[in-house]
Structure formats: structure tokens, C-alpha cells
């Protein structure tokens, strides 16, 4: 069983930084692409960055200069600084993987369960 645990939101005012960072546990042969997607009340999930093992990256257009998404393969684990937060960045954040059981399987794509972050003006 594979479990992806977010963490690092929070409450910030516009104009601060928060970290977040997601792990990617259990019987995990290869992940590729990992990313974070967020969800406002009302809105649709949107992609906000994703990145593959290889260290390519993709940005949505609204964060590109203010957010990074990197990763550690050893561990596992994407990461996403968000800098120069505004307001409407408030939303739940959710990490994706796309992860391989065996080296006989397809990738699948995990999603965590989502951390709250709130950008107060």
C-alpha cells in the first residue's frame, strides 16, 4: 500500500513563505513524475507545478517566480517553497506521484490528503 503524507501549510500573511513537503511511503518501485496541485472552495483542482525524476520541471503561469517545487529521490519525497504568497493563493494543496509498484506495472498517480494553506491580506 502506498500513502503520500503532506505537510507545511499553515496560516501566513501576504507577502510571507511557507515550505510544504510530501512523502511517498510503502512497496514503491519507481515514482516519476511528482507534483502539487491546490483547490480553492468553488474551484477546480488546478496543477501548480510538477517535476520528474530527471529534475524537469512544469509551472502553472500564476506562480512562476515565486514558487520552486524540487524533490529528494532517495527520500522519496517533493517539496514546494512558495514565496511573495498572495491572497489568492489560499487553497488546499495536494502532492501527486506517479508511481510504479513493479517494474511489470504501470504507473499509477497517488494523491495525498491535502493541506490547508491561508494567505490573510
Known amino acids: 500500500q502506498v500513502q503520500l503524507v503532506e505537510s507545511g501549510g499553515g496560516l501566513v500573511q501576504a507577502g510571507g513563505s511557507l515550505r510544504l513537503s510530501c512523502t511517498a511511503s510503502?512497496?514503491?518501485?519507481?515514482?516519476?513524475?511528482m507534483g502539487w496541485y491546490r483547490q480553492a472552495p468553488g474551484n477546480q483542482r488546478e496543477l501548480v507545478a510538477t517535476?520528474?525524476?530527471?529534475?524537469?520541471?512544469n509551472y502553472a503561469d500564476f506562480v512562476k517566480g515565486r514558487f520552486t517545487i524540487s524533490r529528494d529521490n532517495a527520500a522519496n519525497t517533493v517539496y514546494l517553497q512558495m514565496n511573495s504568497l498572495k491572497p489568492e493563493d489560499t487553497a488546499v494543496y495536494y502532492c501527486?506521484?506517479?508511481?510504479?509498484?513493479?517494474?511489470?506495472?504501470?504507473?499509477?498517480?497517488?494523491w495525498g490528503q491535502g493541506t490547508q494553506v491561508t494567505v490573510s491580506s
Open positions: 501527486s506521484a506517479d508511481i510504479k509498484l513493479s517494474r511489470w506495472h504501470g504507473a499509477i498517480k497517488y
Open positions: 510503502g512497496s514503491i518501485f519507481s515514482i516519476n513524475v
Open positions: 517535476i520528474t525524476s530527471g529534475d524537469s520541471t
